[in-house]
């Protein structure tokens, strides 16, 4: 490091800060810096830039690293209330627990919060790095914080985010669909059928789509069925879904919320001997559904694994190759579809 010091003409201080892309240096030094260390073979030792940073930390008063969970959702309560979030935010506990790191809770639709007051409470409190949970309405987030995440690691759950794009963990939602399909098929059924929220495929890149026109490609072309695209807010949604399922006949539904059940029996069929239900997103609320459970908790661990990793090697700033974790599902049988003699 004394070497590149020298040859920069720079301090070694300066030499490690840009190493590390701290946010202290300008730009264009930091790059400067970097292409001459690059060019001398200078590299640092992570197992060595890991430990001085944790001797530096424990220099300092309240010592203790923390990450800071921040709510993305419109819903004050939704790491509480809502129907899949609160799993995400108990895997980010659990592991940054595990990781020595404890969490603290913020909301980032607080009326007058911005994003200078979030920096401020985040260094006051300790808070290295964010990792961000229950992004639904949207995938672009305020442009007033973006300050928040060019000073601090962070880290996405459940979405990819645009403008800026940032690393994110989240189900692997084409393989999700195609493994749903799969067991359809051994349960015997030929006509699957999708019904999917439009906002929420789109939501995902059009990921569920994608994996179930895929997982399709086995089957005879008649049978190879559209799927049904709604809109939550839409009072014709479920006669719309009637017409679209005496058109299309499907022998199985594939959806994300429980309540297709209600417009299938109301139409006098039977559930599963006249079709089957299979959930995209199981939930133990529901243990008698077939379907696949997506382990929000698992995605939860593995953000809070991925912004850690960012804060040991030194990361700020947006990434100009964000990183992306896609974790698995697995299937739950269920009495929705099993049932069935095939």
Known sequence: MNDVARAAGVSKNTVSLALRHSPQIPVKTRERILRLARRMGYSLNPTVACLMAELRRSRQ???QAGLALVNANLDRRAFREHPTIPSYVS???RRASELGYFT??????????SGAALVRRLRARNLRGIVLVGLMHDNRLPDDFRAVWEQFPTVVTGV???NP?????????????????EE?????RRRPGLVIDRHIDRLVEGRFRAGFAAAQG?????DRLPPFLFVADDAQRWTKFREWFTRRRPDVLLSLYHDVEGPVRTMGLRVPEDVGLVQLEWRPDHPHWAGMDQHNDITGEAAVEMVTSMIQNGYHGVPAFPRATFIGSTWRP?????????
Do not use: I, K, N, Y
Not at 104 to 113: A, K, M, R, T, V
Not at 165 to 181: I, N, Q, T, Y
Not at 334 to 342: F, K, M, N, P, W
């Open 160 to 162: 990819r985010t645009q």
């Open 61 to 63: 008063p309240g010592s």
């Open 104 to 113: 603290d809770d913020f909301w980032l639709h607080e009326p007058g919060l």
């Open 334 to 342: 269920g009495a929705t579809l099993d049932a069935v003699s095939v």
């Open 218 to 222: 086995v089957l005879r072309v008649a």
């Open 184 to 188: 359809c098929l051994r349960a015997g």
């Open 165 to 181: 794009a940032l690393p994110f963990a989240a189900s692997d939602h084409h393989m999700l669909l195609r493994g749903a399909v």
């Open 91 to 93: 895997g980010c506990r």
